[in-house]
């Protein structure tokens, strides 16, 4: 079993939609999470880290689920320019571990007019 | 530009020759990060390092991979011998360590080698 899973899509949404994205971690101790964003031969960049309470951030959402060792985004009104692919990040526990992203193979979004 | 910075961008070698890239990361970072990602998947880790000390190295940095920061600084990857599936994008991050859920890896542009 991969230690962060997500569906690869792609996703194909048309403009204003809403789509969310799902995504599973086997490591029930990892302390920190995070959904970055990449576009097509770019390095990630953070969109945002995901806390136990979930948080929002304009457009998009995140949540924890720490029983179910689950993470999701959700991408409101959706725009042209959130195409890109959307990477679950996990930051295993402690030791020298901590700081060693895990990454999900990462989900395909395409935005439509 | 006050980003991780990475030199090459691209690089394009033979089967069998030896390449060095190098990562400049975001001053005053004193974490400092090699990834590996291929076509379709995400970033692996590769090593890391705290300074000047490497203090993890994946199980996917064979022999023929070595890595440095030796004043704490920039760093480098060389790659020996090179293979066809040594083909990828080497990824370079830093971070300023903080509470857990305030560390924030911030990545550099990659380098992409292509070996023929």
């Not at chain 1, 959307?86 to 193979?105: D, E, H, I, M, R």
């Not at chain 2, 090459?8 to 990361?25: A, E, L, S």
């Amino acid at each position: 079993r991969k230690e962060v899973e997500q569906d690869p899509g792609p996703f194909n949404v048309p403009e204003g939609a809403t789509v969310a994205f799902n995504c599973t971690y086997s490591n029930s101790a990892s302390q920190s999470f995070f959904w970055y964003r990449q576009d097509c031969r770019k390095e990630p960049k953070l969109l945002m880290s995901v806390y136990s309470s979930g948080n929002e951030d304009g457009r998009f959402t995140a949540q924890l689920n720490r029983a179910s060792q689950y993470i999701s985004l959700l991408i409101r009104d959706s725009k042209l320019s959130d195409s890109a692919t959307y990477l679950c990040v996990v930051n295993p526990a402690g030791g020298t571990s901590y700081g060693k992203l895990t990454f999900g193979q990462g989900t395909i979004l395409t935005v439509h007019p | 530009d006050t980003g991780v910075s990475q030199d090459p961008r691209h690089k394009i070698t033979k089967r069998g020759q030896n390449v060095t890239f190098r990562c400049d990361p975001i001053s005053e970072h004193n974490r400092l990060y090699w990834y590996r990602q291929t076509l379709g998947q995400g970033p692996e880790f590769l090593t890391y390092f705290q300074n000047e000390a490497q203090l993890e190295k994946s199980r996917l940095l064979s022999d023929r991979f070595s890595a440095e920061r030796p004043k704490g600084s920039f760093s480098t990857l060389e790659i020996q011998r090179t293979e066809q599936g040594d083909s990828a994008m080497y990824l370079c991050a830093s971070s300023q360590p903080g509470l857990v859920a305030q560390e924030t890896q911030y990545f550099g542009p990659g380098t992409r080698l292509l070996v023929l």
